[in-house]
């Protein structure tokens, strides 16, 4: 299913980078995809097929309006909806941040340190991931005291290991094989 996800993401990237709307685009499919996980009635609802079409699209408006979606997310759940892949809308929503971030040449990275960082060593590691990876670095920060000291930086499917375990743990392997 992750093909048909991709490609739904792929077709509103290209319509809301277009429309220079990723930003809204991306806070509206997900307003609307909240609502879709945490009501089962809705889910139910939008996945039978024994509801009508019109019925749907009925229901979609409404809650388009109260989240506040445009015409381009109402438009794209119209869609997704008439072609019963309603069921896959949080992992389309996945796909699209991603496909968005890609195209913006923005990368995602994971900091996970042993303590709190200051905002100049959480700078610094921005500009320096930036310089490593070529792309606009978007950085989520976490604490990991297992880590003793140090960091631990995941971009996409690249890890960097700086902590003080892992330190510990190439030396113990070198003086094992000694």
Do not use: C, W
């Not at 229901?59 to 869609?79: S, Y």
């Not at 490593?132 to 604490?143: E, H, V």
């Amino acid at each position: 299913m992750k093909s048909a996800s991709l490609q739904y993401a792929n077709a509103l990237a290209d319509v809301a980078l277009a429309q220079g709307a990723a930003e809204a685009a991306l806070k509206q499919l997900g307003d609307f995809a909240a609502a879709f996980g945490e009501s089962s009635e809705l889910r139910n609802f939008l996945t039978s097929p024994g509801v009508a079409r019109e019925a749907k699209h009925g229901v979609i408006e409404k809650i388009a309006a109260r989240t506040g979606a445009g015409k381009i997310i109402r438009n794209f759940l119209f869609l997704i909806a008439d072609h019963h892949r309603t069921h896959i809308l949080p992992e389309i929503l996945a796909t699209f941040e991603e496909v968005v971030r890609q195209r913006q040449g923005i990368a995602e990275a994971e900091i996970s340190s042993a303590v709190e960082l200051s905002a100049a060593q959480k700078k610094k590691f921005s500009q320096t991931l930036e310089r490593l990876t070529g792309k606009k670095i978007q950085a989520k920060y976490s604490l990991d005291p297992a880590l003793l000291g140090g960091a631990v930086v995941r971009v996409g499917d690249t890890v960097y290991d700086g902590s003080v375990r892992n330190s510990l743990n190439e030396m113990r392997a070198r003086l094992v094989a000694e």
